[in-house]
């Protein structure tokens, strides 16, 4: 069974930079095909990929948040990192992270964490 | 960026209705095309994978159609439990969603 879950931070200030982990268990991140994600959701809005880290440590960012953004692995741990600059209270949102799973070209998320709302405010 | 536009943003219906749901993509996605459900304060759920298989556990009046640019979510028979939100998400490229369809009880 996949399990993944966010921690971090519930409130940060403006201008700071926010850091999440995502822990998880049921998978590798080192085994071909696999990926973990970001996703977020402003809240009463939709959902908004971030970023995405693949099991060679390929990664890929929104190009709108590419700047700002930083994603990483840490395999003996089953941990992933986002990190996230220049915090502003338009990045309030739950932010959430998911299993890439793949069945040759094709690619989903699934399973999702139960996220983690964070509040940008003074 | 490939922009993906779901139509109704909202619906209203009654248990045992038929619904579809629609979503387009600004160009030509194949079938590289995924449906997730979210009730309130609960993470997406997984639906229907590559336009058109359904992802184990979800129950059969859940389908999807459509390649392309044209694409649909079906739910034959509406049960309360189905009362929802529901987003696309495409994977040809970059990940991205649709705004979202909330489905809610007549």
């Known amino acids: 069974q996949i399990t993944l879950k966010e921690s971090g931070p519930t409130l940060v200030k403006p201008t700071q930079t926010l850091t999440l982990t995502c822990t998880f268990s049921g998978f590798s991140l080192s085994s071909s095909g696999v990926g973990v994600g970001w996703i977020r959701q402003p809240p009463g809005k939709a959902l908004e990929w971030l970023a995405l880290i693949y099991w060679d440590d390929d990664k890929r960012y929104s190009p709108s948040l590419k700047s700002r953004l930083t994603i990483t692995k840490d395999t003996s741990k089953n941990q992933v990192v986002l990190t996230m600059t220049k915090m502003d209270p338009a990045d309030t949102a739950t932010y959430y992270c998911?299993?890439?799973?793949?069945?040759?070209?094709?690619?989903?998320?699934?399973?999702w964490g139960q996220g983690t709302l964070v509040t940008v405010s003074s | 960026d490939i922009q993906m536009t779901q139509s109704p943003s909202s619906l209203s219906a009654s248990v045992g209705d038929r619904v579809t749901i629609t979503c387009r993509a600004s160009?030509?996605?194949?079938?590289?095309l995924n449906w997730y459900q979210q009730k309130p304060g609960k993470a997406p759920k997984l639906l229907i994978y590559?336009?058109?298989s359904l992802q184990s556990g979800v129950p059969s009046r859940f389908s999807g159609s459509g390649s392309g640019t044209d694409f649909t979510l079906t739910i034959s028979s509406l049960q309360r439990e189905d009362f929802a939100t529901y987003f696309c998400q495409q994977s040809y490229s970059n990940p991205g969603f649709g705004q979202g369809t909330r489905l809610e009880i007549k």
């Open positions: 998911a299993h890439r799973a793949a069945r040759g070209l094709f690619n989903w998320f699934d399973p």
């Open positions: 590559a336009a058109v």
């Open positions: 160009q030509s996605i194949s079938n590289y």
